[in-house]
């Protein structure tokens, strides 16, 4: 039977969504090119094409959602808005 390989994940962080849109942190995320993001509190919207999303207007990720990324341009372009109170994400990156 095959193995299956997939990412190996080697950094990780916390963020704070807020009224504010947000991406993911580059100096952390580096050269590696998959995510996997949990929203932890309060869920948060975003567009992964660079767009400013709003509080209204944007893909929704509710609380224990997952959204996977799998490109470098996806990590660079994200962005993420709280629904209503600050939300949080964690996000774990990875190559592979």
Request: charged share 15%; hydrophobic share 40%; with cysteine.
């Amino acid at each position: 039977m095959p193995q299956l390989v997939g990412p190996q994940y080697t950094a990780s962080e916390s963020i704070t969504v807020s009224s504010t849109a947000v991406g993911l942190t580059a100096a952390t995320f580096g050269t590696r090119s998959h995510a996997h993001i949990t929203c932890e509190d309060n869920p948060v919207r975003y567009w992964l094409d660079g767009s400013s999303p709003t509080a209204t207007v944007g893909h929704r990720l509710e609380v224990g959602g997952v959204l996977d990324l799998d490109s470098t341009d996806q990590l660079v372009s994200v962005l993420f808005i709280a629904v209503g109170a600050d939300g949080v994400l964690r996000a774990s990156f990875g190559e592979g």
